[in-house]
């Protein structure tokens, strides 16, 4: 592995995403440890598992379906936090929210976070891996669409901004590193090609950024990892997202029941079960395209002069491992169960609905079929 030179002391390594390159095992060894950390050197500031909010709040996005309205005062905590942190530890803050900056707002947080002691890193994978994972990330917060109608307005219908606009606005991964690279200089953006073969390198390479001794970082049990969705749960989830619709649920409901309650029992249920996932198949002609633009994405990342690591060909490099054909759309008996149990879990935790949220919706009535 290559030698990464480390943040100085008192540094700012902000890590900017992107979404769907093993961002939240990484957050997860911070949150965990963050006492620990801070003995060590490093200060992980806030108490959220990631710093959500404040890039939520910073971005002006709206944030995930059912999550709790954020403020300016979310991101002014966060740099508040960060102020205060003492001369020599160095500081480390991670949201994948933050890509999605504008030139005006990553100049905020560049400059409210500690102007030249900031330094920007950002973890890439080829665009293959991340169109299926982008995907049932999308249907995990209410989308309805299904994956290849979704792949066609991404990657061929210009000018590829439905049927979710945010997508390229997070992952043109080559302006986004070059609008950090302006800010902060070429000399202190590091772009981290994750390693497909080797997923604990990353907690590897960001030891070394921190200043770390080897195996300080530790990933969680797997069951509190962001778990992708397979395609037979995905199918299902589409479903149930179509029925909240249909019926004006409010946001507030799904994101207590779906988000809090039916997705994470999934997770626990594959964990238990692997040998019944089925991966998200993408389609030949999608893995081209998306080959086509990860090239010229790895190309422009090399001309912004920035740091590289890991293998920056691999994002212009054909998949050769993406599962083929389309499974059937059968969700495993367990799979259902668990799924159930998490509504049921997130349902005796708030008894009385809850319809607030959009105006005009409805109280969660009986599942229709579907």
Not at 143 to 171: C, K, N, S, V
Not at 191 to 204: G, H, K, N, Q, T
Not at 315 to 336: F, H, I, K, N, W
Not at 348 to 360: I, L, Y
């Amino acid at each position: 592995m290559s030698q990464l030179r480390a943040v100085p002391a008192g540094g700012r390594l902000v890590h900017i995403g992107f979404d769907k390159t093993g961002t939240t095992s990484l957050q997860g060894a911070f949150h965990r440890d963050r006492d620990r950390l801070r003995s060590l050197g490093v200060i992980y500031p806030g108490a959220e598992r990631y710093h959500k909010s404040a890039g939520v709040a910073v971005t002006e996005a709206r944030g995930n379906t059912g999550d709790r309205p954020v403020t300016m005062a979310d991101w002014e905590e966060l740099v508040g936090e960060v102020a205060a942190a003492p001369p020599v530890p160095r500081v480390f803050i991670s949201s994948e929210w933050l890509c999605r900056a504008d030139d005006k707002q990553a100049q905020r947080v560049v400059g409210e976070l500690g102007g030249q002691a900031v330094r920007i890193v950002a973890t890439l994978r080829p665009l293959a891996k991340i169109l299926p994972s982008a995907w049932q990330q999308y249907v995990k917060d209410g989308f309805t669409g299904d994956y290849e109608p979704w792949l066609r307005g991404m990657l061929l219908e210009a000018p590829y901004q439905q049927p979710t606009p945010w997508f390229w606005i997070r992952h043109s991964h080559d302006r986004v590193l070059g609008r950090w690279a302006k800010l902060v200089g070429a000399e202190n953006v590091t772009a981290i090609v994750v390693s497909e073969s080797d997923r604990e390198l990353m907690f590897r390479q960001f030891e070394q950024l921190l200043g770390l001794a080897p195996r300080t970082l530790l990933p969680e049990p797997e069951s509190k990892q962001n778990s992708s969705l397979t395609w037979p749960e995905a199918q299902m989830l589409r479903r149930v997202n179509q029925a909240f619709r249909d019926n004006g649920w409010s946001d507030a409901s799904y994101g207590l029941v779906i988000r809090s309650g039916l997705t994470p029992r999934l997770a626990a249920a594959r964990a238990a079960a692997a040998d019944e996932s089925a991966a998200i198949p993408t389609p030949p002609w999608a893995l081209e395209r998306a080959a086509e633009i990860g090239a010229a994405a790895a190309a422009a990342i090399r001309a912004l002069g920035v740091c590289v690591v890991g293998d920056l060909d691999s994002l212009g490099r054909p998949a050769a491992d993406e599962p083929g054909g389309t499974p059937p759309a059968l969700v495993p008996a367990r799979s259902v169960a668990q799924a159930i149990a998490g509504v049921l879990i997130a349902a005796q935790r708030s008894p009385q609905p809850t319809s607030e949220t959009r105006a005009g919706s409805r109280p969660i009535s009986p599942l229709p079929e579907f």
